[in-house]
Every structure is written in C-alpha cells, then in structure tokens.
C-alpha cells in the first residue's frame, strides 16, 4: 500500500475520526474492475483483505468520467454499481453513512477525492479526470454527502496522486474546455499545461469546505514512475494497473 501524505501526518490527520482510507500501488496487482458480471478481480480482493477490509463489503464503481454520485449501503457490499436511482451509465463517486462499508475506485492518472465528515460519520470517494473535473464530480459527492445530513464545515477532503501539472500537457481543444479556469491554466515553453488539483481545491471551497480541511498528497503519477501507474506515460497499460482507492469508516 502507498504512504499518502506520508504516514505519520496521515494517521495524525484521521486520528480519532475513525475513518481509514489508502490506495494500493503497482506491486499490489492489477485492480481494474469494468465488467459486474465477473467476479471481482482476486488481486483487488487480496489488497482488501490486507489492508483489514472484507471485499464482500466493499462497494465498487463503474466509472464513466461523468459526475454522477450513488449513495450506497451494505446492500451493495461486494458489488460494481453501474446506476444511480435506476439509471444506467456509470458512477464515479460513491458515498455512505454505513460503517464498515468501503468505498473504492481505481484510478490511473485521475484524482481520487477522499471526503469523510467525522461529525455524522458520512464518507465519500470521487474519481475525477479532466472530464469529471470539468463536470465538479467533487461539489456532487459533496451534494450527496449533505443529502445525507453531513455538513460542509466539517467536512475534510483528501486529493490523492495524479497527473499534475508538471505532466498534464493538453491541446487547443482541452484548454478551450477550461476557459472558465483560466487561473489554473499554466504556459511554459510554449505548452500549456493544467492543473487540476488546484480546480478541484477550488471546487471543494465553493461547496463550503474550510480551505484548511484539505490535504493533498504532492505526487505525480507521471513523475512516480517506480510505484504509480500513469495512462498519459505507459498507455492502455496503466489502466490494468490502475490503483485501488478506498475509504471506509471503521466505527
Ligand atoms: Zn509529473
């Protein structure tokens, strides 16, 4: 398992909130989970177990690079859930008030959002590309999170590793999506470069998170080649290779 932040200020960060989460890394196995009619991959349920989760009990989701967020309970457990109210699509944000169930995502260059409120015991997990960014998949998990009775004040969001901006190079067409973030857009040598983590921050404060409640892990995918996969340097590679993010209140 990957050190996020790195250990100590992590553990500090949750201590006595009763939330655990992580992300898996290379050497765990491929985590890449796409069809609900196959069982859930072994390396996946390995990484559960090791890290103290029972796989049947963790909730997955199939992705879709939208915004959508379904709210789940045990009922889900062990499943990949593809609709949010009946309808079909995909998910790329999970959200519970149940403890002991895990919320997990894979990502390969995108932004897993980790949120919990240690108030109400309400968690959530977003997976954010450029498109889900561009879509505030994060202010939706939010959204949910309140629906839910957590409240944005106390709210705490984690980012995880990601292509950052040092590596997220984008053409004339994807800067023209992000005209409305022009203060996160970065030129440098005649590239033009974004940076997402500094949208969602931005995201995350609109939709009532206290600026000092977020935390973000500094790596790039890109940059980590010894322990992350990255889409935008390996290819389709990287996507077997996804990793595994989870979050789940433990008590
Ligand atoms: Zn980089």
Redesign the pocket.
Known sequence: MLKLMNHASLDEWLAGTGVTLGLSERVDGPMRWVDSTVPMPAARARFLERVGLRPERAVSARLAHGNRAAIVTAAEGGRLIEEVDGIGGGVDALVTSVPGVALTITVADCLPVFLFDPVSGIIGLAHAGWRGVLADVAGQTIQAMCDLEAHTEGIRALIGPH??S??FQVQPEVEAEFAAYGNHIIRRDGSVFIDLSGIVRQQLTEAGIQPENIQEDPR?T??DSSSLPSYRRDGSTALDQAMLAYIVRVH
């Open positions: 292509l950052r040092c590596h790039c890109f940059c």
